[in-house]
């Protein structure tokens, strides 16, 4: 039996509520995992993260081959041990960081040369290093190393580049050691959805526990990922998780699960919240606005979250406005929460055969 | 009725445990303040900064002053409530960093024109308006407005400024409104006995509710700080608090509670671990340190905080290269726990007539 599989508990047109079931427990899904980049979600302890109600963790390859490197979180127990967190975590691959943050890429179909974007020291990520690496991170998903393209890029340049992800996924598969982490592959084929639709075959073909959307959400314009989503993402394995990667607005997390999503990454809660924005349901709160000065209100009268719970808009203003390291922390409790606590309406919404009326509410606020 | 008192439990030689009773909550002493400059521990939410122990939170008056403005968080029902806390605090008067901070000072006899550090902005502060301002702040103890000087200064220069600090003390007691915060006086003298003494004389000659030594630890040799602080401090009448401002590296509260203070602050505890240095009783740890990267201790064995029980040294390291500001909390909850703790270790000492002991034993350890 695959180390993670899912069950689904209802679903309404193509949207699935369902729990994923990993070795470090059970998520309930949609599921929205926050970005602990280098081993921690910025500003958080694994406790703060939990109490945002966050069930999985995204961790990046990439970061952590650089920086401790993969041999000493091997060495501490993995990923898990060497952060303190217990619950599920997935790393991605580093394909898509080895595409936009490093220096000097040079692809071939064996992998990607590569200099680091720390000291320019040189490096190569092939399908069976990219695997060994994540074998020893041990997170309970893990990711097939693909070629991300940019956008734009051409029909010919995307779909070269979807053959050479599905060539690499197979040897991704083969290279997978061990039990217990599950090997998820990557559809691509950037907006061209004929293309899309031949990286699903291609990547279906080879029998994944979960599939995964990469490549969008990468400056396209939000009509061609929403396009992708809406013609693709139904056409992927029903009894298996599915994951759009990267994509993350509110707006986006419902468009995606209201097209057949499940799981969900993003930068966004954690990074804005660190630029001063908070989200609600009435849209964004940019906490350095001067109305906020002398507001006695929190954040967002009806959210339970501790900053909610606890501190005023002046109050987060001021530490905003001084730089305070605290600020950092309250904004990305309250962001995070933000978005979990939207996938469990969403959730609510689909077991009450609801989605659509959610949806249209939700769009209408926020638009 | 003091709003502020203190009872003693015990005494050994000139050192001294006791309860100080405030507004918001009895203190056990000797005690050490955390800084909160701007309404907040940097990096700490209240009730992180409860966990380290904390009894009572030092905030600036001069940085509150300038932002976010004293109206506003008279408004906001004082300091506590603005900033969620609900244990005691104390003020500083702005004295010193008007002296350290601010630039194109100019000191007459009624007060002191300078420019904001910010913005260049002029502002004023006499002994009535650093009062006012501390009454609209609203904490349980607030500071005299003295003249700090610098280091070194000469004879003259110090006991002018002295003679100048006494004058506005009795202009800020006369100043001072409502029934709800103690004003304490403060001696200076700089490093000179015969000035201090003087110094003493005048300011104990009004009967505040708690006494604190001003202008030490600005720069001057170690050993004329001990030394003033062993000549003088004994002479300040017994049954009031007694504080000796901004000094505070371990060592120096052993030897200031020895020669019988009872409260301290500083930012060494907070602002060292910033910077990467822990504090621990086989002296300090600098994170940085290549012999940590792959250290699967805690901090410190025996500490019982919230970061030693939780996360190595080797994931500490991680963090701090990566200038991840989770960093930054961890070790503050650290620092702030070893400091606490020390005091809790001292006061044991006190009541088992250990004290003499137990700073031998700590100094050789430390030196």
Known sequence: MNPVYIEIDGFDGNARAARLF?????IKTPVFM????????????????????????????????????HDLIKKFGGIHRFMGWDRPVLTDSGGY????????????????????HIDGSSHNFTPENAISIQNALGADIIMCFDECTGFPVTRKEAEESADLTALWARRCMDAHQGNNQALFGIVQGSIY?????????????????????????IGEPKEQTYKIINKILHCLPFDRPRYI?????????VEGVFNGADMFDCVMPTRNARNGQFFTDNGRINIKNARYFNDEMPIDENCQCYTCRNFTRAYLRHLFVLKEILFYRLATIHN?????????????AIINNKMADFRKQFLDKWR
Chains 1, 2 share one sequence.
Do not use: W
Not at 22 to 26: D, K, L, S
Not at 48 to 54: Q, S, V
Not at 196 to 205: A, M, P
């Open 245 to 253: 990667m990267g994509m993350g607005s509110p707006v986006d997390l």
């Open 336 to 348: 995070l929460y933000y978005y979990i606590n939207l996938m469990k309406r969403i959730r609510t």
């Open 34 to 69: 926050p970005v602990g980049t280098n081993a921690c979600v910025k500003a958080l302890t694994p406790q703060d993260t939990k109490e945002t109600g966050a069930e999985i963790m995204l961790a990046n390859t990439y970061h952590l081959y650089l920086r401790p490197g």
């Open 193 to 217: 959805p004929d293309i899309r639709q031949k990286s699903l075959e291609q990547i279906t073909s080879i029998d994944f526990p979960g599939y995964a959307m990469g490549g969008l959400a």
């Open 22 to 26: 990993t070795p470090h427990g059970i």
């Open 97 to 116: 960081q080895v595409f936009s943050l490093a220096k000097l890429r040079k692809i071939t179909e064996n992998g990607v040369i590569f200099q680091s």
